[in-house]
């Protein structure tokens, strides 16, 4: 660590410390020709330390690596209290969602689990394997109802956060074998690579893996570092991380770093490379089933020319037995997934250098991001904002139409918006969430929009599932086939953290 620099007991409102850097300068300060000396001597200080603590790395080949091994922190999983899912069932359970607190996030269990079904139906279609993405709803319900639908079941995820990995384990998700393959979404940091090795010795306990992501060559060479501080050694699944032309995360099947990386890769002692890992991220700007079909193609294509030029450089490799074979080929997003059909899978396969997965996170939720695609119905998004009108203001709007004021904000909504330019749209009403405050929203009128009731409320399907479940710390939970979704059912708690 580096020192503090010293406090410095000054008093400022001395006449003898000018209140203007000019005056020292000048000479204004008399008797004191030393003042800057003094006044930089902390940054001086800092400086010289910081270079004798540096200087041992210019003459180390692992660089700053081992000054991460040997100081990294885990999750702070136990350090984090949720709230009591049992505590608030028994507050919440049978009530009428008018009496709720708002704002509130309401989910229909019902239709989360269709959602999850119609994957899986989309997964058989492809022939593929499938790999469910926890990160919208974060929670042990939404996991299990993603991983076991009334089509098939897969033991695969996909997770954003550490936390989220953790909180699996800690679940019995995997003691009860629901969850056997996890994989952290982000290409690994070198900070979170003990945090993630110890998870593994968990999940292997209960006959399951952990899986990374690498885009860089530097990543293996900290995963080196790491294993050769263990007693016994052993090599991570990783899937090699694909950008598609997103600029996103991932390598370029183009860039001279990509072929360095898949050498490194395959010559290292403490990899075993499973598969091509891509991620449509653009795909959310598709209209159309044309244009997500457009989006997948490339999408596939990127990872199957990565997997062919990892075949290519395996060829060479001494130890080819320790690697996936065939490679598996990992490709999704919502839309792209849902546009997956048996004539594009044909196609498709007749090239591919690998087994197919998909993966996708938002679809059992949806939102307006996802409809705006042409991919799904208003009917399947799961999830909506429960809100209160807590003023009006007849006329203030644009060509004189009405503005409601509503108790949900940025935070309650997030601030992303889709092509329609709105933050959220009010269910079964002419009426838009077209301004946003961190607390507060502004409902904006279409013409011939009925008058809101002071005290009301209303439903609102915002753009971005993900990032408002965030903000939320449990969700109620209805089913569209008991009391037509009037009555809470159930109550779901997510991990929160990193």
Not at 278 to 292: D, M, P, T
Not at 297 to 305: H, P, T
Request: aromatic content about 8%; overall charge negative.
């Amino acid at each position: 660590m580096l020192p503090f620099a010293p406090k410095l007991d000054i008093d400022y409102s001395s006449s003898k410390i000018p209140l203007d850097i000019t005056d020292l300068l000048h000479g204004g300060m008399t008797g004191c020709p030393c003042f800057l000396l003094f006044l930089l001597a902390p940054a001086l200080m800092i400086t010289v330390v910081t270079i004798k603590m540096l200087l041992p790395l210019l003459h180390d080949p692992d660089g700053p690596y081992h000054l991460y091994m040997d100081s990294q922190t885990t999750t702070p999983y136990l350090l984090l209290e949720r709230p009591n899912k049992a505590a608030l069932v028994d507050e919440f359970l049978h009530r009428s969602l008018n009496t709720l607190r708002t704002p509130a996030m309401i989910i229909d269990r019902n239709i989360f689990a269709e959602n999850c079904a119609r994957m899986h139906q989309r997964a058989e279609a492809w022939g593929a394997r499938f790999r469910a993405h926890l990160k919208t709803h974060k929670t042990v319900e939404g996991t299990r109802l993603q991983l076991r639908s009334s089509v098939s079941q897969t033991d695969a995820v996909v997770v954003s956060t550490v936390m989220e990995a953790w909180e699996v384990v800690r679940a019995g998700l995997a003691s009860d074998s629901t969850v056997k393959d996890i994989l952290y979404g982000l290409p690994i940091a070198i900070n979170k690579v003990a945090d993630l090795s110890a998870l593994w010795d968990e999940i292997s306990k209960h006959s399951g893996t952990v899986r990374l992501l690498v885009d860089h060559p530097d990543q293996v060479r900290f995963l080196e570092k790491f294993e050769s501080t263990r007693e016994r050694p052993r090599r991570w699944s990783v899937f090699v991380k694909i950008d598609g032309g997103q600029r996103r995360a991932g390598v370029s099947t183009a860039a001279p770093l990509f072929k360095e990386l898949l050498r490194s890769l395959f010559a290292s002692p403490a990899i075993s490379v499973y598969g091509f890992y891509g991620h449509a991220g653009n795909s959310y700007v598709s209209k159309s089933l044309s244009e997500a079909s457009s989006f997948l193609s490339s999408e596939v294509n990127a990872v199957n020319l990565a997997a062919k030029e990892g075949l290519a450089v395996l060829a060479t490799s001494p130890n080819k037995e320790v690697h996936q074979q065939p490679f598996v080929l990992s490709i999704g997003s919502t839309p792209t997934a849902h546009a997956a059909s048996a004539e594009t899978r044909a196609l498709l396969s007749k090239t591919l250098h690998g087994e197919l997965e998909l993966h996708a996170g938002n679809y059992p939720m949806l939102d307006l991001q996802q409809q705006s695609t042409g991919m799904i119905e208003g009917g399947q998004i799961a999830q909506r904002i429960l809100a209160t009108v807590v003023s009006y203001y007849p006329g203030r709007g644009t060509q004189g139409r009405d503005e409601a004021l509503i108790d949900a904000g940025a935070i309650a909504f997030s601030k992303d918006t889709g092509p329609s330019g709105v933050y959220g749209e009010v269910i079964g009403k002419n009426w838009q969430l077209g301004r946003i405050s961190q607390e507060h929203g502004i409902l904006t009128s279409s013409t011939g929009a009925e008058k809101l009731e002071i005290g009301s409320l209303v439903e609102i399907v915002g753009q971005h599932a993900c990032l408002i479940a965030a903000a939320y710390p449990w969700y109620y939970i209805v089913d569209k086939d008991i009391d037509g979704g009037g009555s809470v059912v159930d109550v779901w708690v997510p991990w929160k953290g990193w």
